[in-house]
């Protein structure tokens, strides 16, 4: 076998469809019940032998420390396995920070599983999952991705169909959210606000997009101090958004679109702070104001490929600066676990097999 020296690991965001609080737990935390959905907003994680523990965050104000995500994902990696060994990581942050997006969750889970395949160790899902929940409640989902429905503190995950097709409309405000002070203030003001997840989940069964949107709803919509929620779904609304709700704890916004035209034509001047327009399933391409937008290869190409040929027309035509020719870069993409990274193995990362 070739050793792998680097590799670089593409984790997907998630967004709430709805998120609700049902109780507390005996150990004061709180009992949620939530659909999530990964989406093609992505963390990329580059992963390289090291003999120490380093890490990097190019651009990025998030602090590298050993509060970050990462470390406590690569240090929990290393006690499990035993490994004598360490790691380099870059990561290059797509996702929004304090956004209800569980970009954090997403670079550990990308640092488990990228350390998994860079030594070989072979830990099962579930030791991944079991790893990354004593990290943050939302690191499982992050390993599992797709549509999940989840409960407890994020440890009880059920995977569901794939929500039915549709396009999200993400804006971040210029503001972030501390999901411990959202969840305080529930604790002192509560909801009026509680999601049918149960109909939702029937509705994803049923492949039924108008009975998922009639169905969202979060909670935390109402204590979570973002100020701008209001204005920027009725933005979204007036666009076509089929509903338009807040993600965990904010302060990121999304619109629910059937319409690829509708959530395009939401003009970047219609709402304040960033946007961002993804979707879910096939890796395809997110577009940000102030960025080129990024395009991924797919492991349904079929289908990706004439998407991302009519992104790029749409992109184009409402004045995005546009790079194509993406697909085909990189050497060798695999999916793993059935999970919903994207690995990323060029040859130059390998050393070449021992001769036997
Ligand atoms: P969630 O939905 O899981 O609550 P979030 O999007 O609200 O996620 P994150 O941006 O993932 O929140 O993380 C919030 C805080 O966690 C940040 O303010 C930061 O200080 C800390 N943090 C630690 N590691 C990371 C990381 N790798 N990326 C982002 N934030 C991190």
Redesign the pocket.
Known sequence: MAKLNRVTVLAP??L?LALDVVGTLPNGYHDLDMTMQAITLY?KVVLARSSGLNLS?PG?P??AND??????AAIAFFRYTGLLAGVDIT?Y?N??????????????AAVLVGLNALYGAHLSMSELCALGAKI???VPFALMGGTCRVQGVGDVMKALPPCPDCWFTVVMPDY????PEAFAAYDKVGSSTHPDCEAQEKAVRAEDLAGVCAAAGNALEECSGAKDNEAIKAALCEHGALTALM??????VFGIFDDENDKINLSLDDVGGELLIVSQFTLYGNCRKGRRPEFLSAARPEIAIPMYEKFVAICREKGYHVETGEFGAYMEVESLNDGPFTLIVDSADLDAPKKQ
């Not at 996702?95 to 550990?108: C, E, K, Y």
């Not at 972030?176 to 999901?179: A, F, R, Y």
């Open positions: 965001a998630k709430n963390e965050l990025s998030v602090a509060s970050n995500t990462a470390i406590k990561i942050k996702v929004p920070v304090r956004a209800g997006m569980a970009g954090g969750s997403a670079d550990a943050g409640a939302d972030g959210v501390s999901t993600t965990g704890s904010g302060a990121a």
